[in-house]
Each structure stands twice: as C-alpha cells, then as structure tokens.
C-alpha cells in the first residue's frame, strides 16, 4: 500500500503527531520515508537572506546552517525515526506548499504526511492564500495524511475506515483509495454523506420533507455511486446524516471508531482565501480523533 | 594583497566561480577583501573618456547648486533633509570627483562611492524630473555603478546576479529546461480546473512570446500558473521560449553592462527566432526598462527598439479588459479600499501611468480607489529600488527607505495595495513586516483570476 513517504514536517512540537503516524505506518508498510523540511522563505528580493520559519529570525542559508537545521530535525523526531533507520532527512529553502509539491513531483511518494495547520506558518499566510496543508492536498498527485492532535495519531493497523462522499470526480478517487485500504486491511468501510444544512446555505432554512428527501436521494447516489463499484467486497455499512458536513462526520468517525477518515479535497484556489476557518477538511482534521487522507485523483497509470 | 580571491575585478563566468562565491556567506570575507582591492586609476580614467557621453559631461558641469532636487529626492526626505542625501550633492561628490580628479581616487573613495551609489540612491529619477536643467542623477548614478563595478567594487549580491544572468541567462540559477518543465508543472496543475490549458514552447509566429522573471520559476511559480490561464481565458495565441525567457536585469543594478547586453540579447534572439507578433513580459517594473526601454541600445540596435513590439503586463491586461478578451465579474471587483504603487520604471520612464489606471477602472468598484499623494510620474520609489531589496550589507539604509511609502500607503486608508512590479511588491511585503503594516498586498494576476469570467466552453465537464 505505501511504500514510499514524505513526511512534510514543520519540524516543531506541532508535527510530532504526524512524525508518530508516519513512523508507525512506514515500519507497518516497510515504507522508505523522506522527512521534508522547507526551512524558510526567501525573503528581501534576491537577496540569500531567509527568514527561518521555526527561529522567525533572518538568516543567511549555507551549507552549515543547513546541516545545523537537519541536527535539529533529528533531534525533534528522533524517537520515531528509530522506527525507519534508513529515513532521510532533507531540508531546502521556498514557501512550503510549493516546495513539497515539487518534492512531491520529483520522489513520487505514494503518501504524504503532515502535521495539521499551526500558527507557525503565519510568515507565509500574509503572501498566499489558504495554508500549506490546503495547497498541498489540493494540488498533490497522491493521498494527504493529516494528523492535527495527538489524540489523532496513530498506532497500528486499521480497522476502520470512514469515508466522507461528496459525489464529486474527486470523490470518486477518494473512494477508489478508501475501497483499496479496507480491502488491503481487511476493514470495516463506512460510506457516509452529509446533507448540508449549515453555513453554507446562508441562513435559508430547509423544511424537515425536504432534508429527508435529500437523505433519500443521498442514500441512492452512495449506492449507484460507490456500492455498485464494490464487487466482492461485503464489510460495509452506509449513511447519510443531517448538519454541518465537518462536524458530522467527526461525530459520525467517533461513533464508528474509526482510525481513518478518507475523503476528498477540492476547492477552488480562488475560493480558499474566502473561507477563514479553512475547508471542510481542514476543519475536520482539527477536530478528528483520528488521521485525515485527503485524496483528489486517482494514481496516474 | 590587490585582488581577493571573491572580490577583484573579475566579473563571474562561470557556475563553479558562482557557487563558490554564493559560499561565502553574507559575502564576509568579500567585504574584507574589498578593504584591500586596489584601484586601477588608469584604467578609471580611461573608461571615462570613452564611456562617458556628453549628456553627463554637461549635466556635471551646468548644475547651479540650487538644490532644487533637493525634497524631490525620497531618501533626502527620509533622513532628516540631511544635506549630504541632496542628490546634486551624491554624485557631484562621487561621479563629479572622480572625473575632476580624472580617475585618481583610492580605495577609502571607491568604497564611499559604492555605498552612495547602491544606498544613497535607487535611480528612480524623480530628481531629474525636478531639475529646472533636467539633470538626472538616477541616470547617472547608473552610470556611476558601471565604473564601480568595473573596479570590483560592487556589493556582493550584485555582483552574484551579475553572475548569474552571465552563467544562466537569468537572475538565479535556473537552468532553461527547469523553466520549461515548471511550466508544464504549472499547467498539468491547473489542467483539473481548466482541461484545455496548455504551455505552447517555442511555437512559432505566435501572437505573443511572454517572458518572465526567474524568480517567479523558482519560488513562486503560481504566477507562471497565473499568467497561463489568463491567456487561455482570454483566448490569446501565445507561446513561451526555450531560451531566452528572463525579462530581468540585475546586470543593470550591478553596473554590469557586458551582462547587461548578453542577458537582452538572449531575449531578443528568442524573439528573432520565434517571430511573435509581440513580446509581453510579467509584472516587473525594472525587467520592462531593461529588455523593452534601454535593452535596444545596449544591444546597439541602431533604431532603439527591440525586435517586435515590446510591451508590460499591465499594457496587455488593460487591452484585453478594453477589448472584452477577459471579462470581470461586477460582482467580484475589489470591495476595499486599494492603492496602487506606480513603478518607477515603467510609469514615471515609461509613461504607463492611464494604462494602469484603466485597468483600476475595471476591477474597482467605483468609490474605493485611492491614489498615493504623490501620485503617477511624481511617485516615490517603493524603497527597495535599483537593487536595494537585495543588498545585506544597506539593509538598515533600506529598512529607513522604506518609511516613505509606509507613509504614503498609510496616508491612503487603503487595506490592499496592488504592486504590479516584482521589486515594488518585495519593498512593501517587507515594509508590512518591518513596520507592522496592516494592509495586503498583491500583484494584479491573482486578483484578476478571481474576478475574471472563466467562458462555458473552458470550464471542466463534471
Ligand atoms: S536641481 Fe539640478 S541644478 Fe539644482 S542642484 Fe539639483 S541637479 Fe543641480
Ligand atoms: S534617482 Fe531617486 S533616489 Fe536617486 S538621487 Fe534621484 S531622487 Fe534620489
């Protein structure tokens, strides 16, 4: 299933849960992992003057404060690097998102790791829209892991497996993903769907007729959407809930236990600057007491 | 010890002399090598006689000392009228001495000199605007950086982006096929969102060649994104090149002429090559001056002009809104009070001041544009002008630069400031962290992206 990682890590206190989850899949998997840092933004033109996102100080990047910077990236994640000996740390300088994307581009993992969003990426939020993690998961060819609390780490297999539908061709994907972990796992898969009747509806009320019509017609595009592409595969259960879509799935991932939320990861780029409170995933994440993969396409043939 | 081993007369060649350069960090031991460098006065003197053209010979000699440019001058302004930051006063004591002591100077003199030329004044030219002669000492003091440069003395990071347009062809180190892959990068990004996108290489005859500013390749290639899905909306046939992509000049703020001209000339062969219909280049003030307004002439192209028409972003972005290429949706233009910074480089020496203006007409809901005072051709300078962005060892002279266009941003009440120039958008980004600003800034392609009306036919079939 995973055979090649990249840990993008803020390599601070905020991505230990993510470097725990990372680990503890890579000796499961038998994964090579890549610990990926972009350890500042290059400030003043072109000047070789880089603002270090941990320290916030201005610093000129050479070849020893870059060892330094690994030292340092080993020593916060030291315990869990144990569990992959052969990880490689790498270090480079650029605004995150971009640079894990081009990381991304050039390793080709098949999984990405990262810590959920953090006041530490304030130095870039005031040039670009949206946070790393939401860039990264929109843009990146493979499936996104997010872990944001340490409640949300995780230890061992999984048995469990949410995934949040939205009918979209993204989702579709983030199906295909979520059908292949669980049969890979041998797992319980729960399709599951919110009808919105939140926020973004602004402020037009739905009468009860109507949600339970919506919950109806949910309820046949999981089975003509999903079921219907399952073949063999039994361990299911499907349902479709009323609310906010990211508060009810968490609910909805508490109830089942679930060590795994997948689901789809799609705004528009122009649209992530007007959400302040960040997309539905990210809002998941922070709140989920399990990982989040966000998943957008299928794996390139 | 005359010529160091990082600093000496000798310009970079070579990516092994670049990287060993760049290794010197901060340029420490540079600096101390330049105590040392010697300077070739004979070599000085006779530069000036066959470099140095009338233009400047009469303008040394007429000014009257009235000190008129005196307040036109923003760094004069930002450090307490001090008499020694008259811009008469700057070069008649670096430019106008070494020519009244023809070429005799030392190196306590040349590092003077350096420091007037690259901390003292951004060659903005808003001095010669106020001249009652027209005496403009932002011309010359560009030409006092190529004496400079020619002597070695030229502050690190100009020197190594002299290098690296000698090496690359490009501000930093991006070789020509890492610009054509980021491209396709960029395009296989968007293509979800808009399934047609394409990045046409090297396509001949096309409508327009579009060049770019090697950083936006390296750190912020979204704008290259940007750039693509505005021409795909608006439904321009376009193309980029192979070689000869970077519209920039450091070479220009480094004195550096020989680069200067192996850097247009490779812009220019691009274009002779692909015969375009025209050339428009990216949001960059200091790029447009080079390649489009002094480029020809350093090039020795006897009518002044490059080979096919050249124009600037924004002269491409107000045609296509004029034109109804690209279309704004009322609903989604700017709801906030914005400004806009007027570069010097293409608004005050280029004469774009309506162009942008126009385009303001478009994406502004009537009644929150407020223009800086001054304003248009009588704006200041960002700060971070004439490679002063760049330079660690003036960063306190550029950080106290910056405090005009603090004010003048402030003085607005804008909260968004459109800063269609590269250099312009660094100064303020830094001016917003340096002073704690409370204001956004950006360039025009990703606002106009959210505003534009993307056609039926381009959006993607769920
Ligand atoms: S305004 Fe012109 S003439 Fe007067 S001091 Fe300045 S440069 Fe000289
Ligand atoms: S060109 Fe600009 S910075 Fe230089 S002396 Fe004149 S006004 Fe001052």
Redesign the pocket.
């Known amino acids: 299933m995973f055979k090649n990682i990249l840990f993008a890590t803020s390599a601070t206190e905020a991505s230990d849960h993510a470097a725990r989850v990372a680990f503890n899949l890579a000796r499961q998997y038998g994964a090579a992992v890549t610990v990926f840092h972009v350890l500042g933004v290059p400030t003043r033109g072109y000047s070789q003057v880089v603002v270090d996102v941990r320290t916030k100080e201005s610093v000129q990047v050479d070849d020893e404060y870059r060892a330094w910077v690994v030292e340092e990236i080993k020593n916060q994640h030291g315990g869990e690097m144990k569990k992959a000996p052969q990880a490689v740390v790498e270090v480079c300088v650029g605004y995150p998102h971009r640079e894990i994307l081009r990381a991304v581009r050039e390793k080709k993992p098949d999984l990405v790791v990262m810590g959920g969003t953090t006041g530490g990426d304030s130095v870039y939020k005031k040039a670009l829209a949206g946070t790393t993690l939401q860039k990264v998961a929109k843009a990146a060819p493979c499936p996104v892991l997010a872990v944001a609390r340490e409640a949300a780490s995780f230890w061992g297999g999984f048995s469990s497996i949410v995934f949040g539908a939205d009918f979209s061709k993204a989702s579709d994907a983030a199906f295909d993903f979520s059908l292949k972990m669980a049969r890979e796992a041998q797992c319980e898969l729960h399709l599951f769907h919110a009808v919105d009747v939140g926020a973004t509806l602004m402020g037009k009320i739905m009468d009860q007729d109507t949600i339970e019509g919506q919950i109806r017609e949910s309820l046949n595009r999981i089975r003509g959407r999903y079921v219907a592409k399952m073949g063999d595969f039994k361990n299911y259960t499907m349902e479709v809930w009323e609310g906010i879509p990211s508060i009810e799935i968490v609910k909805f991932a508490r109830e089942r236990n679930a060590d795994l939320i997948v689901m789809a990861h799609h705004a528009r780029q122009a649209d992530l600057e007007d959400s302040p409170m960040g997309s539905t995933m990210e809002q998941v994440i922070m709140r989920a007491g399990c990982p989040v993969i966000s998943v957008n396409r299928l794996p390139k043939a | 010890m005359p010529e160091g081993q990082f600093c000496n007369k000798r310009p970079v060649n070579t990516d092994e002399e670049l990287k060993a350069l760049l290794g010197d960090t901060g340029g420490q031991k540079y600096y101390q090598e330049m105590k040392a460098l010697e300077v070739d006065t004979a070599l000085l003197w006779s530069t000036i006689q066959k470099t140095m053209k009338s233009r400047i010979k009469t303008?040394l000699s007429?000014?009257?000392?009235?000190?008129?440019?005196?307040d036109s001058c923003f760094i004069y302004r930002v450090s307490n009228r001090n008499p020694k930051q008259?811009?008469?006063y700057k070069i008649q004591s670096t430019l106008g001495e070494i020519v009244r002591r023809k070429g005799k100077v030392d190196n306590a003199f040349m590092h003077m000199a350096m420091e007037t030329a690259w901390a003292k004044c951004t060659c903005c030219n808003r001095?010669g605007m106020?001249?009652?002669?027209g005496?403009d000492?932002g011309v010359m003091f560009g030409y006092l950086r190529g004496l400079l440069y020619q002597q070695g003395f030229v502050p690190w990071e100009m020197k190594i982006g002299a290098g690296m347009h000698r090496v690359y062809r490009a501000q930093m180190d991006v070789p020509n096929e890492e610009f054509v892959d980021t491209f396709q990068w960029m395009v296989e990004e968007n293509q979800e969102e808009y399934p047609r996108l394409e990045v046409p290489v090297d396509k001949e005859g096309a409508d327009i060649l579009y060049t770019v500013n090697a950083r936006e390749v390296k750190h912020y290639p979204e704008d290259l994104a940007e750039a693509a899905i505005l021409f795909h909306i608006a439904g321009e046939d376009w193309t980029v090149t192979s070689e000869g992509w970077e519209l920039t000049s450091l070479a220009m703020f480094a004195g550096d002429w020989e680069a200067c001209k192996m850097q247009v000339t490779s812009v220019y062969g691009a274009m002779e090559r692909l015969k375009p219909k025209r050339m428009v280049g990216t949001e960059c003030g200091h790029a447009h001056r080079a390649t489009v307004v002094e480029g020809p002439y350093w090039a020795g192209r006897k009518d002044g002009q490059t080979p096919v028409p050249s124009i600037h972003y924004v002269e491409w972005l107000a045609e296509a809104l004029r034109t109804g290429k690209l279309k704004i949706d009322p609903e989604k233009r700017i709801k906030v009070p914005v400004t806009i910074q007027d570069s010097c480089n293409y608004i005050r020496n280029h004469g774009l001041k309506e162009v942008t203006r126009e385009i303001i007409s478009y994406i502004v809901e009537p009644g929150y544009f407020r223009d800086m005072s001054p304003n248009r051709e009588h704006n200041y300078c960002c700060g971070g002008g004439g490679g002063f962005n760049g330079i660690g060892l003036y960063r306190r002279q550029r950080n106290e630069a910056l405090k005009t266009k603090r004010d003048q941003i402030l003085a607005t009440g804008a909260e968004l400031v459109l800063a269609p120039c590269h250099n312009c958008w660094d100064a303020i980004r830094d001016l917003i962290e340096e002073y704690e600003v409370p204001v956004k800034w950006s360039f025009l392609k990703p606002l106009i992206l959210k505003m534009a009306v993307v056609p039926e036919h381009l959006k993607p079939r769920e």
């Open positions: 303008w007429i000014c009257a000392h009235c000190g008129m440019c005196a008259v811009p008469a001095c106020y001249c009652p002669h005496i000492m």
